[in-house]
């Protein structure tokens, strides 16, 4: 068992560092940095391409890729994006660093290739060095991990409450606009927090690497580790994050050891440690009525009174000039998307079809998080289950294609309800992380069942007989679309429609009006998660295959990004979303090189970082500039006929 117990102490010290870097990034700057694992990889992916493509040395590889690259690039993200940030709503700051995770993998394989990699360097030479400790072999790698951990949590502590950078980096999280008062530069110590931070995320890269494998997906699953870590520390307890990072990796060994003989149920057990972690503590905070309040991060009211909102109720011009569009624009959408598959070929169609399909489902973000304010990260989980119902309604109990379709999401709903009841009363931090995790359990012990799965090929279903054809599918994908768009519209212009939007805006203010918070939020959680099931089903149809990661939580992230770039409140720009993703893909499959693949997602996620300047999407951005021109010219005509007039009149 000693063997097992110190081989976890690995993983324990991965999640612990991770989590120290978010605690100390959260403690400092008030952001969550949701592309933690994202950084780590490109920096680990810069490692091994300095080290084993370029046969660099493991020293000058290690202090380039981490030493020099992590505080550059720290430096750099705070100063187009993080700076943006720091008094931003939780959402913005959420979707942004969501859109930054989804660039910077597809950026790393366009910078450095995209040949497989078998087994990553660490920073120990080889052949790597072999100790005996306790009659256990303990690797050098493993030595250099555990002096890390330790080296970063004593300094961390020791640099944070007894050192002036360390006051001056807790001055600066009360206020930075009255530490800006007493001669400290606030951009020079974010600057520096930022540095640290990303310079931290390359050594968990690095260190990972070797462990879990040089794949982002892997790396992410090391974050969500460290975001249950980082839930049991309330987001600021680094000690209580570190001893939990360890004890989850250790956890995960000795549920290997316990279970030798049965390996389906260690492979099964080991990747649910987190979401389990995440629901013990959920539970105790539940019952201790603790939560986390997002206004105690940087800033105090001086900063958030000097300082432009973009994304509130007083900057609402940009929304007034896009609704200016009233029903022509939406409309206009929809006679184009009638007219395309009369000139194109079925192929086009198909795509099109699909991004129909996509733009059900964007719809549930939508709602919930547009309307609702509630950031979910488990919308593609809903449609994943939408998918599945359907498939085994229609494939295996003989059901109508389309009754199957509805009520896979009307299976989805209940999800929706609970995970609402659950989760509406913390944080929307928490939220975040806790949806977040739901998801990634359901592709780890749910959708990998082979009943779903089907040997990794999924269920395939048929279309109905009526919609056989791309062009009849696509007609049919756009009419599901209206039905589930009005529903979202109903749901806006109604009277809980505006009571959602006086609880997004302010909760506070709302419940001294008699607003039941609770029960609004819990009614947009089953709506929007019943909508993501219709849509996952539909995407099923447009895939003739209900196939399970097709709908994974980290394929959910790069959903929301691509929404978030057009708009995040916006059925028609959901549409368009759903539209331009496959459609771009689909133009780089077939016109572009196969490297070229990787520019979609970066787009997407470029689109999304720029929430930080235009919380509102881009299609609405437009409509402002658009419209202001408008408005210029005619004011413009107006002002010359009334000089004319008046020239006559004299």
């Known amino acids: 068992m000693l063997q097992y117990v110190i081989a976890g102490l690995v993983y324990g010290a991965i999640y612990a560092i991770t989590a120290s870097g978010l605690v100390v990034t959260y403690q400092s700057t008030g952001i969550l940095n949701f592309a933690f694992a994202s950084i780590a990889y490109g920096l680990a992916r810069f490692y091994y391409y300095l080290n084993s493509q370029e046969h660099w040395a493991i020293i000058p590889s290690a202090l380039v890729s981490i030493g020099v690259a992590g505080p550059l690039l720290g430096v750099f993200l705070y100063l187009v994006l993080f700076k943006r940030l720091q008094v931003a709503r939780p959402l913005t700051k959420v979707v942004a660093t969501i859109g930054l995770s989804v660039s910077i993998p597809p950026a790393a394989t366009?910078?450095?290739?995209?040949?497989?990699?078998?087994?990553?360097?660490?920073?120990?030479?080889?052949?790597?060095?072999?100790?005996?400790?306790?009659?256990?072999?303990?690797?050098?790698?493993?030595?250099?991990?555990?002096?890390?951990?330790?080296?970063?949590?004593?300094?961390?502590?020791?640099v944070l409450r007894y050192t002036d950078i360390g006051l001056r980096v807790r001055a600066m999280v009360d206020s930075p606009a009255m530490t800006s008062l007493s001669g400290t530069n606030p951009e020079v110590v974010s600057m520096i927090v930022w540095a640290v931070s990303v310079t931290l995320a390359g050594l968990v890269g690095v260190l990972s690497?070797?462990?879990?494998?040089?794949?982002?997906?892997?790396?992410?699953?090391?974050?969500?580790?460290?975001?249950?870590?980082?839930?049991?520390?309330?987001?600021?307890?680094?000690?209580?994050?570190?001893?939990?990072?360890?004890?989850?990796?250790?956890?995960?060994?000795?549920?290997?050891?316990?279970?030798?003989?049965?390996?389906?149920?260690?492979?099964?057990?080991?990747?649910?440690?987190?979401?389990?972690?995440?629901?013990?503590?959920?539970?105790?905070?539940?019952?201790?009525?603790?939560?986390?309040?997002?206004?105690?991060?940087?800033?105090?009211?001086?900063?958030?009174?000097?300082?432009?909102?973009?994304?509130?109720?007083?900057?609402?011009?940009?929304?007034?000039?896009?609704?200016?569009?009233?029903?022509?624009?939406?409309?206009?959408?929809?006679?184009?998307?009638?007219?395309?598959?009369?000139?194109?070929?079925?192929f086009w169609t198909s795509i099109i079809g699909q991004g129909v399909c996509l733009g059900i489902i964007f719809l549930s973000f939508t709602l919930v998080t547009g309307e609702g304010g509630m950031i979910w990260l488990c919308q593609a989980t809903f449609a994943g289950i939408g998918a599945v119902v359907a498939a085994q309604l229609a494939v295996h109990h003989g059901w109508p294609v389309m009754l199957s379709v509805f009520a896979g999401g009307f299976v989805a709903l209940p999800f929706g309800v609970i995970i609402g009841i659950v989760t509406i009363r913390l944080g929307n931090l928490y939220v975040a992380l806790v949806t977040l995790t739901v998801g990634l359990l359901f592709d780890q012990l749910i959708f990998t069942m082979n009943i779903f799965a089907n040997n990794s090929i999924g269920v395939n279903v048929t279309l109905p007989s009526f919609a056989s054809s791309p062009r009849a599918f696509m007609y049919l994908a756009l009419v599901v679309f209206i039905i589930c768009a009005l529903v979202v519209v109903n749901?806006?212009?109604?009277?809980?429609?505006?009571?959602?939007?006086?609880?997004?805006?302010?909760?506070?203010?709302?419940?001294?009006?008699?607003?039941?918070?609770?029960?609004?939020?819990?009614?947009?959680?089953g709506i929007a998660a019943c909508v993501a099931g219709i849509g996952g089903a539909m995407y099923a149809l447009s895939e003739s295959s209900a196939l399970p990661t097709n709908y994974s939580a980290l394929v959910g992230l790069i959903w929301l990004a691509i929404l978030v770039t057009l708009g995040i409140r916006s059925s028609i720009a959901a549409l368009l979303a759903g539209v331009s993703y496959t459609v771009l893909s689909g133009i780089a499959v077939v016109y572009l090189p196969t490297s070229f693949g990787e520019v979609t997602p970066i787009l997407f996620g470029l689109g999304a970082i720029q929430v930080a300047k235009f919380p509102n999407g881009a299609m609405t951005e437009n409509a402002r500039q658009v419209l202001w021109f408008w408005d210029k010219v005619r004011g413009a005509s107006s002002t010359k006929e009334t000089t004319l007039v008046g020239g006559e009149l004299l």
Do not use: C
């Open 110 to 158: 366009l910078l450095f290739g995209n040949q497989s990699i078998l087994s990553a360097p660490g920073l120990a030479p080889e052949p790597v060095r072999v100790f005996n400790f306790l009659g256990v072999a303990v690797t050098m790698e493993e030595i250099i991990t555990y002096a890390a951990v330790v080296i970063i949590v004593v300094a961390g502590l020791l």
């Open 209 to 346: 690497a070797p462990v879990v494998g040089l794949d982002p997906g892997q790396f992410t699953l090391v974050m969500v580790a460290g975001f249950a870590a980082v839930i049991a520390a309330r987001l600021r307890n680094l000690p209580v994050a570190v001893a939990v990072g360890f004890a989850m990796g250790i956890a995960g060994n000795l549920v290997q050891y316990f279970f030798t003989n049965s390996t389906t149920i260690a492979a099964d057990a080991i990747p649910a440690i987190p979401a389990i972690a995440t629901a013990i503590f959920l539970i105790y905070f539940m019952v201790r009525g603790i939560g986390v309040d997002e206004t105690e991060t940087v800033g105090g009211n001086l900063d958030r009174a000097i300082t432009p909102q973009g994304d509130s109720p007083t900057g609402s011009h940009r929304e007034r000039y896009a609704s200016a569009f009233g029903w022509q624009f939406p409309l206009l959408a929809f006679v184009i998307l009638f007219m395309l598959p009369l000139i194109l070929n079925g």
């Open 491 to 525: 749901l806006q212009r109604t009277t809980p429609g505006l009571a959602l939007n006086a609880v997004r805006w302010s909760p506070i203010g709302a419940r001294t009006m008699g607003i039941s918070v609770l029960q609004l939020k819990v009614l947009v959680s």
